[in-house]
């Protein structure tokens, strides 16, 4: 796995917030998980997708960039506090290597759904 | 000091230009057609290798695969399609995608095509993620993006050629 991309999951695994004032929250983050869809209000899902491009030299792979994504579900329709927690860390992570890809809204659940994807070498 | 400022690659360019004419249109037409059946066969490549498993619904918090029903519906005939081509002058504009593909009958039901596409693309919450269009459109981008080039450039010179050069 890319060091950047491990570094990246430890972050997103420990996104916090507090509130209502005097809680912690933790959103649940799973990587690469089939079992993903525990009962709360939001939860993320983060994977490394595919290899998106390489650089080659003296017949090795010299070096090799990968694109991610990062999922976030939630009832609240402004990701109840986790959309901006999760740009930032994206951006803390790699600048401006990562653009959300979509927004839906699952009418048979009613949860809202993010999609940003991310490139890490 | 001198300095000398060549103007042999001007010299070219104008040449060039003066030949091409009302061509221009034609030339940027035929490279973003190649172009273009790059990125289709690419994301059609994706679709055939989506995994597939038997319908049963999600249950138990997991998440499942796409029937081998709603695979077809991606891959189907005259799905993945290359909208038509918008000319303005020398620029050409098309997209290619799931954008006008249409309907389809599951299990007696309709259903958007773009709707699966997204859902197998981007996943759900009952639908386990295969982002195929997008690592189609990531990695076949650049591909593409090297056949319209190769075609601008063999269709210049032929032109040129044509011209007496």
């Given at each position: 796995m890319p060091t950047e991309y491990t570094q990246l999951v430890t972050a997103m695994k420990s996104l916090t917030q507090g509130t209502p004032p005097g809680t912690v929250i933790t959103l649940p983050m799973a990587e690469?998980?089939?079992?993903?869809?525990?009962?709360?209000?939001s939860y993320g899902i983060i994977s490394l997708d595919f290899e998106q491009d390489q650089m080659n030299g003296d017949d090795r792979k010299l070096v090799a960039s990968y694109e991610g994504s990062v999922d976030l579900y939630s009832?609240?329709?402004?990701g109840s506090g986790w959309v901006e927690k999760i740009r930032n860390t994206l951006e803390d992570h790699c600048g401006a290597c990562w653009s959300l890809n979509s927004h839906t809204y699952e009418r048979e659940t009613g949860l809202f759904h993010w999609e940003w994807t991310f490139e890490v070498m | 000091m001198p300095y000398t400022v060549s103007t042999s690659g001007m010299d070219d360019v104008n040449r060039m230009l003066k030949a091409l004419g009302d061509d221009a249109g034609k030339v940027a037409s035929a490279a973003l057609y190649e172009g273009a059946g790059i990125m289709a066969d690419a994301i059609q490549r994706g679709a055939e290798s989506i995994a597939t498993a038997p319908f049963k619904y999600a249950s138990g918090g997991q998440t499942r695969l796409p029937s081998p029903e709603e695979k077809d519906i991606v891959t189907?005939?005259?799905?993945v399609g290359i909208a038509k081509f918008k000319t303005d002058g020398m620029d050409v504009d098309t997209s290619v995608g799931y954008g006008r593909s249409g309907y389809a009958m599951l299990a007696g039901r309709k259903v958007a095509v773009p709707l699966i596409a997204n859902s197998i693309n981007s996943g759900t919450t009952f639908m386990k993620k295969q982002p195929f269009f997008r690592k189609a459109a990531s990695t076949g981008g650049k591909r593409a993006t090297d056949a319209i080039r190769a075609s601008i450039e063999k269709n210049l010179q032929e032109i040129i050629d044509k011209n007496g050069g």
């Open positions: 690469n998980e089939w079992n993903t869809r525990p009962d709360t209000e009832r609240g329709k402004s | 189907g005939k005259r799905r």
